[in-house]
């Protein structure tokens, strides 16, 4: 009778029992933390593509609402993708090493013609708003569109993100978003003002996704604005 006390004091799970069991459980763990790790992914990417979707439709809004207050006769478009990067650490536009910037910006881009740059002054202002696309000179994989001022252009338009001569120049995407491309074209329409066009290609620098998975990287935006300028 003593025996089987002593023999029932003792009972435990066996060794089987407590590795079926510790197999369980990591299986469990691993199962959660997997899981964990792909919504942390999904809603970082998600936060992600907001932003893209957010910087891309905030340099839509503002070209729109700026431009539209503008005189045809008082915007510029230029192609100088070739000739001028920005370097992001020193927020300056750096112009490659013979660059022929007066060829360039002698004369503006004809009709449905992409460029890069738009050179505009609104009505009632004496000062010209310059925006632009340029890649970065310390990273050509990151691409910026930059806003700036200048007190007069007038036949002196390479003269736009020239350190010394405009205001400060101010990126208007920030570091987690890449703009690829940022094309610039406009329509003559029948009362002589532009119809003009803005098309923007960016996506989030940070992505946790695998190449393969159904989620787009890139974002797509494009605006639509014609000047509003009285013709006589």
């Not at 700026?66 to 992001?88: F, M, Q, W």
Request: net charge negative.
């Amino acid at each position: 009778m003593r025996i089987k006390k002593l023999l029932k004091k003792y009972e435990a799970y066996s060794l089987v029992e407590m590795l079926i069991t510790i197999v369980i459980i990591g299986i469990v763990m691993l199962i959660a933390s997997v899981t964990l790790t792909t919504l942390i992914k999904i809603s970082t990417v998600s936060s992600n593509k907001t932003r893209v979707r957010t910087e891309s439709e905030f340099v839509l809004e503002l070209v729109r609402r700026t431009v539209r207050n503008s005189n045809p006769s008082d915007v510029y478009i230029y192609n100088s993708s070739s000739v001028r990067k920005y370097d992001p650490e020193e927020n300056t536009v750096v112009d490659e090493l013979g660059a022929n910037l007066p060829a360039i910006y002698g004369n503006s881009l004809g009709e449905n013609q992409f460029g890069n740059e738009i050179h505009f002054r609104p009505y009632g202002y004496e000062s010209w708003v310059c925006i632009a696309f340029f890649t970065s000179s310390t990273n050509p994989e990151m691409g910026y569109i930059i806003k700036t001022t200048a007190s007069d252009l007038t036949g002196r338009h390479q003269n736009c993100f020239t350190s010394g001569y405009t205001g400060y120049l101010i990126p208007l995407n920030s570091e987690i978003v890449d703009i690829d491309s940022f094309q610039i074209a406009y329509t003559i329409l029948d009362d002589s003002n532009y119809m003009i066009r803005f098309d923007i290609d960016a996506e989030p620098t940070e992505w946790y996704l695998s190449f393969g998975a159904p989620v787009r990287k890139e974002v797509h935006r494009q605006a639509v604005v014609s000047t509003e300028g009285i013709v006589w």
